[in-house]
């Protein structure tokens, strides 16, 4: 039996997934999140898989410090002896154009991945703090990088290259590289295990962060965000698509700083600004059903944004077999799922509102008579990274 341990770093945060595999089979053994790290009032929980959470109040001055006490909990419970560790993988949250696939992480590509980080401006360098903490506690364990951007990177030129002067691309790589991509190739293939006969698959990962993804024989060839996070659908915080001249407009008209835009077009738009200052879609929907005008625009925004890049989908997948929702709302929202199949008619989609009435399970939501079958199926991207991980060291 081999032991995993994934570990999805943030800048305050660091996410922890223990999972076992034997003969290809896994297991998850525990979970927990640390949050507030360097920041005060720092938290860890930790839950062993079939029992109740755990919550502890800690001071957890770096990410070294909270990998040292997730450490002692998983030795107190599911591991005899760190030695029983065989890998750790990582999730990175860019891979260039460098990293197509995960990777085992070495002294000789460690600069490429810190590298391919600095695209990300603001947040890219805390995905490596798992890693330096796991180089400092444990250098001899294997690690290895999953990235977020690796399974967009088959999109072709007419999907990937935005139309700017050549050397913005060819100098300072600047294209869409699209993210969410593990979630994005999880449900997709768990799709393909589902309904083998499902070619042209359009998948909805929506969460705070949002994207779509128009799929093609296993291959991403088109998805709605970009260079950044920021393009695409209405998010829970992030504007979506926007014209690029508009933050441009803002600091020259407003005198506003490039950091005080940047802050504004990921924390301070999205639901979180149309609605009056509700970023949870269940609290938009509660305020929605409640016939609050300002929750009601917000909605209409979001799910006009999902059913254009659904129709734009179509068209370049040149139709579509199956539609997936995930992710926060994907999995757990019956209305928003409602609210965009019933403006997909027009592709002969039909929602059985009795099976779509449901949270957080696989499951077929389509009538049999539905052109388009719709599905929802949660994702797991923490596995894909332990899968990735237990196969690049096995
Ligand atoms: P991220 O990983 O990007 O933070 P998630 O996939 O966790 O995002 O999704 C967060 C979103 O999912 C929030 O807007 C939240 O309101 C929504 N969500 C989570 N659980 C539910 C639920 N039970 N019902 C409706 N929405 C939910």
Same mark, same amino acid.
């Given at each position: 039996m081999k032991k995993i341990l994934v570990l999805n770093s943030g800048s305050s945060s660091l996410k922890y997934r223990l999972f076992a595999f034997d003969n290809n089979q896994s297991q998850l053994l525990a979970k927990g999140l640390a949050e507030r790290i360097g920041i005060g009032n720092s938290t860890l929980t930790f839950q062993i898989t079939n029992q109740d959470k755990q919550k502890f109040a800690l001071d957890l001055p770096n990410h070294e410090a909270a990998l040292q006490e997730i450490f002692k909990l998983l030795l107190g419970s599911v591991l005899n002896s760190l030695d029983e560790l065989s890998a750790v993988g990582h999730r990175l949250g860019h891979g260039g154009e460098t990293f197509k696939q995960s990777t085992i992480i070495t002294q000789d590509n460690i600069a490429q991945i810190r590298e391919a980080q600095?695209?990300?401006?603001?947040? /890219?360098?805390?995905?490596?703090?798992? %890693?330096?903490?796991?180089?400092?506690?444990?250098?001899?364990?294997?690690?290895?990088?999953?990235? !977020?951007?690796?399974?967009?990177?088959?999109?072709?030129?007419?999907?990937? #290259?935005?139309?700017?002067?050549?050397e913005q691309y060819t100098k300072h790589k600047i294209r869409r590289y699209g993210f969410h991509g593990t979630s994005h190739y999880y449900v997709s293939r768990e799709l393909q295990k589902l309904m083998p006969s499902a070619h042209k698959i359009i998948t909805c990962h929506l969460g705070s962060g949002g994207s779509i993804t128009a799929i093609?024989?296993?291959?991403?060839?088109? @998805?709605?965000? /970009?260079?950044?996070? @920021?393009?695409? %659908?209405?998010? /829970?915080?992030?504007?979506?698509?926007? +014209?690029?001249?508009?933050?441009?407009? %803002?600091?020259?008209?407003?005198?506003?700083?490039? +950091?005080?835009?940047?802050?504004? #077009?990921?924390?301070?738009?999205?639901?979180?600004?149309?609605? *009056? /200052?509700?970023?949870?879609?269940? !609290?938009?929907?509660?305020?929605? #059903?409640?016939? !609050?005008?300002?929750?009601?625009?917000?909605?209409?925004?979001?799910?006009?944004?999902?059913?254009?890049?659904?129709?734009?989908?179509?068209?370049?997948?040149?139709?579509?077999?199956? %539609?997936?929702?995930?992710? *926060?709302?994907?999995?757990?929202?019956?209305?928003?799922?409602?609210?965009?199949?019933?403006?997909?008619?027009?592709?002969?989609?039909? #929602? !059985?509102?009795?099976?779509? +009435?449901?949270?957080?399970?696989?499951?077929?939501?389509?009538?049999?008579?539905?052109k388009v079958k719709i599905w929802v199926i949660p994702t797991d991207e923490e596995l894909v990274i332990a899968e990735d991980t237990y196969k690049l060291t096995a």
């Open positions: 600095e695209l990300l401006p603001l947040h /890219g360098k805390a995905f490596m703090l798992g %890693i330096e903490a796991m180089q400092k506690l444990l250098p001899n364990i294997p690690q290895v990088a999953t990235f !977020d951007t690796a399974f967009h990177q088959t999109m072709p030129k007419e999907a990937f #290259l935005y139309a700017l002067p050549q093609k024989d296993g291959k991403s060839i088109d @998805t709605s965000l /970009g260079f950044t996070g @920021t393009s695409g %659908i209405t998010m /829970g915080t992030r504007c979506g698509d926007i +014209d690029g001249f508009v933050p441009l407009y %803002i600091m020259q008209s407003q005198n506003k700083t490039a +950091d005080e835009v940047h802050l504004m #077009l990921n924390k301070e738009c999205g639901l979180y600004a149309l609605s *009056g /200052g509700y970023s949870d879609s269940r !609290d938009v929907e509660d305020r929605y #059903l409640a016939g !609050d005008p300002q929750a009601i625009t917000a909605y209409d925004v979001y799910i006009h944004s999902i059913i254009k890049y659904i129709g734009a989908y179509v068209a370049v997948l040149g139709g579509v077999d199956a %539609i997936v929702f995930t992710a *926060g709302i994907g999995e757990n929202s019956p209305l928003l799922r409602q609210k965009v199949c019933e403006k997909l008619a027009y592709l002969g989609v039909k #929602l !059985d509102l009795q099976a779509n +009435d449901m949270k957080g399970q696989t499951k077929e939501i389509s009538t049999p008579d539905s």
